[in-house]
């Protein structure tokens, strides 16, 4: 094992920029958070005290130059994550970018194709689930056969009400929930049954999009405790991950019957799944070991997601052939 | 409170409707069950033994003019639901009869008529769920409005594999598992959404239609403790129905974690449902109340029901307009 | 199995007798409730409506005499148990006494030399939890070897308050806490460790008897819902029953959590064991089988409550030596 | 906020210490791990590879002189925790010692007499449980009034069965189970129920102690999935610690029943709490601020558990005046 330490440098200090950051700083011994990218210079600012150890810059490019940077981790807005994981790329640095690497498919496709031409870099596309506790055990147990042939695969991902209207504005660029949000999901689905999977045909359905109730029903996706989870039903057994979700281990016995409180956001869920990533990525960086998963997997996920957001909006099935291409309805 | 007893006769003593003569014998105080129908003379055999006070026919027109008889369970295979709940409607009496009246929309059509024709009596379809307890409480919950404006309703029913292939044999008559399972399913959404809720449109997809894998996969549905739950998502909380399911209180501590043990069928999971079933009907017809859910609903049950397996079959989404006419794709 | 129903009377009609007089009367198909007993004319009437095809009595005596009566459940005060109990075992009646037999030892022990002079009767002391299908299943296991040898056994038994202050009047003849309520742990722990145990010491504690506060504590540990349950420990794995109880099998997902709710007092926890209860005492009549336990046993539980109830009023732990006989603390 | 790193040095680095040393070294951003020691070569030699930049001493004496060290850990062997944690204070250093600080009450008093000649160092016993997020929080309700008055503690602590028999061995030196294990259990009632809290007797059982079962009934604890749990029960409620415990979130749909898996050993429930309390430790020390607890509880935990240990040897309960004096038995 290398004792040497990772230069790495954080673009993007926002909310779950700022998370990576501080797990890179603080939380993953083989790495130095040596450099950060952030236009804004409040975050400037907070970034002084939180991460002392770290030169802040303003422009991206700027960042990319710093002395001895060995990689870069993405988490600016999504608009963003291609161009400037593309120019990471260039710059020779190994990238960890946040999902999804674009909205477009072909946008997702051109981060692909520029990192294939690197190939002693390690690109992943942040698949937080990937590293989480419970799906790697679920994983684990359903790849030991204890649940028979897996056949059905049923996965929710919700995110929690930001009252300020941050998701309406958010909803402008994010490429829609599919695309968004329900991208973990289809990702879980590729990882359980295997990315050479072909996909027959997506169908979605919602409420928020024939109903005015937009903002209303993001709001009891959230404030409601309607959580993250999975299930994967087999030959021979089911496998649910966070079906019975819990924040810490208490109970509360009251007049009212028992109750358990639940982590209120994503990442009093995932924080620790953050964490094990920030140190795989940085681990397979030092000892050029593999990436636990392609990053083609991500163009994958965003088609799907794509062609789910045109059902939603279409109201029509979508179908594919055996290849992959699209068949039109009228030649069903 | 009426101290007389309902007369009541069972038509059919297989393994629904010997359950039904057995709860309305011994475990529905205001009835007698004073008669029964089997053309199987083992079952007859049977029924000596454990229903010692009741008349046993082998033909049904007999059974239905046993001296004083008020009320008739439809107990039978549902091929033969819709023609025993006619004559027997004709003869005056009251009816319960199991689920679905058909598997066609306009034979289950044609009871209601018949039923319409004679409003003093009671005429009802067994859909067992309206009675369960938890089911029950649900409504109340959402009806009190726990949980917001309701927006999303999910629910599963599984049966129990039968490894001698009844189910295969079955499958032949039975309309498709929309119509003889989920059929379940459609109710609640029917109950908890309000009967006069307008489909917009359905879509099924199953991997039995497409795999040569039918029995197997029913193996799996079954053997497996894939268990019937429902959940109602509202603007401000959600109900779960059997998410933990639960056969005893015992919970068993061991080497490999800590295991409940679940019902091993449905009789074993809405037994006492059955029961309060067979006592609300019983003081429906005595008391002349009303029963808790309408006749037409088990028409409009059926006819979603068989949307579904169409859709499963052709693989394609079926549309409605606001009067519950189908739309053709071709006109979308 | 014998076509004949057994006729059977209930003494008492309050709050337990009431439910024993429903249960026979329409819960148990082999038996007829004949006769019943109550000193409240009010109780009478309420029999009038409830118990239509029962003869109610306003002297115990008279009910004895009741033409065919071939079983008596004795359901009235704890005071007046014995006395019945025995006056029916004198008059050739099987009997069910309801828990304890007698606050009293030696009175406990007399009713049990009466009854093994008429060695043709049934007479079981209504220990309900026998019969709940949760301990039972709990039992087998532990039978088969599903926890090696038992080692532990952890029970509390726990009542709903009663504001009206019944219970602090009722504790002036209830024979304390350990006699009246836990003696269904002491039973529990005679039927999972065998009656032939020999108990060693007992020691107690508790807050009631040493502050002020006993009316207040009777009201926490009913109002928040400190539930019964039972946790028997062996030397390769753990039975717990009811650790998690659950009333319907809904649960409420709100903004502050998941919640269940729990049975609001003990007889919705065990309404089924008594329907049980009653049907396995009248099966054991008809067919003159064996009852499921000793009634012996119902002496030495009422022998260790007492001693329990001691060591809680003088703060002391009570010895045994081998025989069951006490030694005195000097002679340690 | 100090950007200044603690300078520590960890003593021990088996079982325990090593787990110390790790999270001083990689988890605690504050912190450097700058020295260690152990007698042991072969932990040397692990500490050259896992802890690259600590300098290990094989002399508790030399480390203490290392350049600049500010603080340390006292993780060796029980019997040597007081003489080292005094050393350490002599030599003006803080001071984090594992529990207890010693099987004696004395020499425990003697540390305390110690650390108070130098009010300036932070000198704390490590009972990780209150750094657990599940223990706190659960401290925060109870605190905020959500079971009114707390009436009764309810807690167990168990461990992992070592095959090896490392645990007979250590039982000789260990000061038994009270005081090596369920030290815990009393620690968290000093802190639940207030450190001026006077105990009024003890009393213990147990089943090890008079059955040559010593060694199979520990294995039997730990192999089976007993587990740590704690509740308070109130005047309105109650709260539960790790009743359902629980390992990752994923649950088993096995044809047996539903399955959760569940931590091997207490470090997988208590890992992050460990972490907690370095991180926590660092601060107080680099901060001056206050500890979270007093160093004084732990010489009464050890007092309590050693009147434990007595009753379960003598098999007497313990009583005591209201300073805290024992009572003879003979003067009650």
């Known amino acids: 094992m290398s004792q040497r330490k990772l230069k790495i440098g954080c673009a993007g200090l926002g909310r779950m920029g700022a998370r990576h950051a501080l797990n890179f700083a603080n939380r993953t011994p083989r790495a130095d958070l040596v450099a950060a990218f952030t236009p804004d210079p409040k975050e400037k600012e907070w970034a002084a005290t939180a991460l002392p150890n770290t030169t802040v810059y303003l422009n991206y490019d700027e960042m990319l130059k710093h002395p001895g940077l060995e990689a870069v981790i993405v988490a600016t807005v999504t608009t963003a ?35 294939s031409k690197k190939p002693h870099l390690k690109v992943m596309c942040g698949f937080s689930r990937r590293f989480d506790a419970s799906y790697r055990q679920a994983y684990d147990r359903m790849d030991q056969g204890a649940i028979g042939r897996p056949s059905v695969f049923r996965s929710q991902t919700c995110d929690k009400l930001d009252p300020s209207g941050f998701f309406v504005a958010y909803a402008e660029f994010s490429g829609g929930i599919f695309v968004d949000c329900n991208i973990h999901d289809i990702d879980l689905a590729l990882w359980y049954f295997g990315q050479d999977s072909v996909v027959k045909s997506v169908v979605a359905m919602g409420i928020t999009a024939v109903q005015p109730e937009l903002r209303r029903h993001k709001d009891v996706d959230n404030g409601i405790g309607i959580h993250d989870m999975s299930e994967i039903i087999g030959t021979e057994g089911k496998l649910a991950i966070n079906a019975n979700p819990q924040g810490t281990l208490v109970e509360m016995h009251e007049p009212q019957g028992i109750r358990r409180e639940i982590p209120s956001d994503y990442y009093g869920r995932f924080e620790h799944a953050f964490v094990t990533e920030a140190n795989e990525f940085t681990a397979a960086c030092l000892d050029n070991s593999r990436l636990p998963f392609k990053l083609s997997g991500a163009v994958q996920a965003v088609q799907i997601g794509c062609a789910l957001q045109e059902s939603l909006n279409s109201g029509q099935k979508i179908h594919f052939d055996e290849t992959g291409r699209r068949i039109e309805t009228s030649k069903l």
């Open 81 to 115: 994550h291609a161009e400037q994981a593309i120019k990471a790329i260039q710059a020779d640095k190994h990238v960890l970018c946040e999902k999804p690497l674009s909205t477009s498919v072909e946008i997702s496709q051109s981060v692909v194709d520029t990192a």
